[in-house]
């Protein structure tokens, strides 16, 4: 596929786009400046904003550039076909990333009451539970791959607690999400095993209500329906994966690679808070997000923006803007103006719980594996990359081997949980077998039936060891 199309606007797909990202953002902002025409899946006219000013401009300012994407000039005029791999991501849903004004207050004041809810406490013991049961597969090897063995599988693990999802879940909808996210052909699908699990979990907590995000959500005063409770849930489930696993592969090859990072944060005058900052300007865990919609015709960054066109807000590419960092080698070190989590009325309203996630998981992985070390030179590590991020392929690592003696309060949660989960399910509303049925028999695999259903555990463990 050739890296520019129609008009010779770049494209943001194909390989070009695949290959270097951060080396197309950087012709694009040679050839255009603050903001540039570029392509999408489909070959959809987008502008990508690139500059730092600008990007923060596009964000704060909602009256000009609205996120209700059924303002786009591709929808209202029949041009996206039903199959196409933006949709996941573009098309609108009754949530509060898609709305503005009062509405927008309505729905984000019930998720940050639902999000506010949990204490860092409780989401560090979810996160040591699975952290130690992940290492304890790994542990006996002296060998581990971090990104297919640790970082994709404890953030949606920790995420299905949250929103009170049953156990088994996890494993599965690693895939899905990873899968949705890329924007390949198979989107679609893996967007509805997502939904079918989600609507499942609904009618448990509507029954079985708990200390959890589902549960929350169904019981606010601002009365949201099933449907804006299943979109809210699907939103936080698939960002908060997307962005965390990122941040936690990134941060770990820093911290594997780096030896000034790994001598400042053994030595003390760091944080792991701070380094996280350091990352999140670096490599932000999504390149780009799609996106704002001109409401009227208006001048950005040199560009005549039209009324209805779809802007992609370039947090890549605003992070390293020259005008904010003349020098890219600067260290960083706790300051947190990056674009990573966005800003405005729709900044990222679980980043906290994200960075807690991610800062926990990494303490306890380097307390459990103290002596954990890259077992590749770091210039053979390699990432694949589609529309919105960027992803590190695999983080091979060495260690003493050793056994992982299991946290005592972890393995008495998982048995209360799995004992609430069976009970759960025999009163569901819903039968799994219905779910199956609705999401199809592509992959990735509907959950299997709760006569057949194996634990998390053994799923996960099964995954590994093929």
Known sequence: MAPTGPGGLRRLYGPEAETDPAGLYEKLRAEHGEVAPVLLHGDHRAWL????????????????FSRDSRLWNAFRSNEVPADSPLLPVVAWQPIC??????????????????????????????????????????????RAELISQFAEHLPMLVMTKLLGMPDEYGPQLVTAARDLMKGTETAIASNEYVVAGLRRTIAIRRDNPGDDL??????????????????????VLLTANETTVNLIAD???????????RAHLS??????????????????????????????????????????????LGLAAGNVDPVVRPDP??????????????????????????????????????????????????????????????????????FTARDIEPDPVSVAEAEQAEARTEAEQTDAAVPASQVAESAGASDPTPPTPPAQRRSWWDVLTGVFRR
């Open 251 to 261: 941060s770990l090859k820093m911290v594997l690679t780096d030896p000034r990072f």
């Open 49 to 64: 904003v690139l500059g730092h000013g600008a990007n923060i401009t596009v964000m704060r300012t909602p009256s000009l």
């Open 329 to 398: 080698a600067a260290p960083l070190y706790g300051n947190r103006s990056h674009l990573s989590f966005g800003a405005g009325p729709h900044e990222c309203p679980g980043q906290d719980i994200g960075r807690h996630v991610a800062e926990a998981g990494i303490d306890i992985l380097l307390t459990l594996l103290p002596d954990v070390r890259l077992a590749v030179p770091e210039e053979e590590l390699t990432w694949s990359s589609a529309w919105i991020s960027r992803h590190l392929t695999a983080l091979p690592v060495e």
């Open 267 to 312: 030595g003390g005058q760091m944080t792991l808070g701070e380094a996280l900052d350091q990352v999140l300007w670096d490599s932000p865990p999504m390149s780009l997000v799609a996106g704002r919609w001109a409401t009227a015709d208006t001048e950005l960054g040199g560009q005549q923006v039209r009324a209805g066109d779809l802007l992609l």
């Open 97 to 142: 990333v898609f709305a503005d004004g009062d509405e927008h207050r309505r729905l984000r004041g019930a998720l940050l009451d639902g999000l506010n809810g949990f204490d860092r406490r409780g989401i560090r013991r979810h996160v040591r539970r699975f952290t130690t049961d992940l290492v304890q597969v790994v542990g006996p090897t002296g």
């Open 214 to 235: 589902t549960s929350r959500l169904l019981a606010h005063p601002a009365g949201l329906t099933e449907d804006e409770v299943m979109e809210h849930l699907r939103v």
